[in-house]
């Protein structure tokens, strides 16, 4: 069972997030997902097909970390399994936000099957937690885009398992996956991301 004042404390920083990032243009219409931590064996996660800028709190029900519904007759999106891996591997994680920027979405269109997308030399770069020299390189993998998800889940595992310090990844075509200890620090990464997407989505225009 889960603590419910805590349940209602942790929807609430997803409804506040889902505001944000609807605001921004990185969630337009129902897609993205997001989650936080509960407890050691629970999280909150949107409901899937909600609007991520209208956010209420029927939208944001509790899976265990197995992806099963506790407590809900709604329907978690369909890449839960994509949030519960990370707070499996990772215990001291405490929010998973899922995105759909324009920005993602291109950039990762534009990087060779195969390769990762390398970030080097932004100072930027130390808003990242851990990351404090614009010098290291953030290694963020591209996955192929796939309605099989345990697969896809299964991927991520076996690349963070490899690559703990990285810090997000981007689905091909689709958008950005990222995590922190808080919400505000994934927010942070967030914010982060896009402006080194933007960065990066500029230098391939002036190399043209």
């Known amino acids: ?88 591997m990772f215990p001291d994680v405490g929010a998973v936000l899922h ?17 990762p997308l390398l970030l080097q030399g932004y100072e930027l770069q130390k808003a990242f937690s851990g990351v404090d020299t614009h010098e290291n390189t953030l290694t963020v993998p591209v996955f192929d885009n796939t309605q099989d998800i345990d697969a896809l889940a299964e991927q991520v595992r076996q690349w963070f398992t490899d690559h703990p310090e990285q810090p997000g990844y981007v689905i091909r075509g689709h958008g950005l996956y990222t995590w922190g200890k808080t919400m505000t620090d994934c927010l942070r990464h967030i914010e982060a991301f896009e402006f080194l997407f933007d960065c990066e989505l500029e230098t391939m225009r002036a190399r043209q």
Request: avoid cysteine.
């Open 1 to 88: 069972m889960f603590d419910i004042i805590q349940y209602a404390i942790t929807a609430d920083s997803i409804m506040k997030a889902g505001r944000f990032l609807y605001s921004q243009g990185w969630s337009p219409a129902t897609s993205s997902n997001y989650s936080a931590r509960i407890d050691d064996g629970h999280i909150a996660i949107t409901v899937s097909g909600r609007h991520k800028g209208e956010l209420i709190a029927g939208d944001v029900m509790v899976v265990d970390l197995e992806g099963r519904a506790v407590q809900s007759q709604a329907r978690a999106s369909a890449e839960t399994r994509l949030h519960t891996v990370l707070y499996r």
């Open 99 to 115: 995105t759909h920027s324009v920005k993602a979405t291109v950039l990762s269109r534009a990087i060779p099957p195969g390769a």
